[in-house]
């Protein structure tokens, strides 16, 4: 079983890896930090799985075509984990349109592109693909337009993409984390006066149980996971009390950013 996943050098990506690794998968690993691809591709070794490390910037498209060719290589992919991402932290009038279009580019460009690319090889493994969405594609929170706006996309891709090829056997699987104990806020982009969210989310979710739950929901053939009944809780709320959410969101825009 080859799995390929993006932005495995940290976070989500990394904890992924390992847990297909545990399993014994083959996992190809994408990510810019070459060094710290083959530490985690060390790590998987050491659980009994085997590791590639494929380096490389996942907007690049000659990128992306060795990642894919390397899963070939293998055999085929069954799995596609569409991981790689970033936050970007801004109000309305500071979001830079340049920034917001890398943004997309990362989040949204790339995860269609390589679905694009691997697309023959899960269909005749009738494999999965796995799209690294957030509580933030279903509810959009203030100083989070630029990021909502690109896991937005990314549902509505995704939700179209399941329908298509749900009869060629390939199944989506979009997995909506809350907070997560990751490097995500540290990496994230800010607007010029956007001073917060420079520590850990005392809220968040350990990347371990993330990957678990989609670990399980891959083996399950699920088509979305909310990891933490925080996501749940949101999610109900925003289909079923939209007015109650509106009121919420809106006394949110009047406290300061969290530190
Ligand atoms: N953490 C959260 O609170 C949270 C909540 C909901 C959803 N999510 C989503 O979960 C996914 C993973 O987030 P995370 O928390 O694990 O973030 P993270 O700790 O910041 O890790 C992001 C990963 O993406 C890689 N990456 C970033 N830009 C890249 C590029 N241009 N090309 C290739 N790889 C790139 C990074 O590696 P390099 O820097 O080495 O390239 C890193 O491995 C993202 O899609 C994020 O939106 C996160």
């Known amino acids: 079983m080859s799995t390929v996943i993006t932005g495995a050098s940290m976070g989500i990506g990394r904890a992924l890896a390992l847990a297909w690794g545990a399993r014994g998968a083959t996992v190809v690993l994408s990510a810019r930090s070459a060094d710290k691809l083959t530490e985690v591709a060390r790590e998987v070794e050491s659980r009994g799985g085997r590791a590639l490390v494929i380096a490389g910037d996942v907007t690049d498209p000659a990128h992306r075509r060795a990642l894919v060719d390397a899963a070939l290589a293998q055999g085929g992919v069954d799995v596609l ?15 830079d349109l340049a920034a917001l279009r890398a943004l997309f ?22 494999g999965t693909v796995v799209m690294l969405s957030s509580v933030a594609g279903v509810v959009a929170a203030p100083r989070y337009a630029a990021y909502s706006a690109s896991k937005f996309a990314l549902e509505g891709l995704s939700m179209a993409m ?37 520590r850990p989310d005392p809220r968040a979710q350990p990347a371990e149980e993330v990957a678990r739950r989609t670990l399980l929901a891959v083996e399950r053939g699920r088509a979305v996971d909310e990891t933490s009944l925080f996501v749940r809780f ?11 959410m509106r009121s919420a969101l809106a006394r949110m825009a009047q ?5």
């Open 162 to 198: 399941r329908a298509e090829l749900a009869k060629d056997g390939v199944r989506v699987l979009v997995v909506r984390p809350g907070p997560v104990d990751t490097p995500f806020r540290q990496n994230a982009e800010r607007g010029k006066h956007e001073t917060g969210y420079t």
């Open 255 to 259: 406290r300061p950013p969290p530190a």
């Open 234 to 244: 949101a999610s109900v709320v925003a289909r079923h009390a939209p007015p109650a």
């Open 81 to 95: 984990v569409n991981n790689a991402g970033r936050g970007y932290y801004a109000t309305v009038p500071e979001i």
């Open 105 to 126: 580019e990362l989040n949204v460009l790339a995860p269609l592109a390589l679905t694009q690319l691997a697309l023959s090889s899960l269909r005749e493994r009738k």
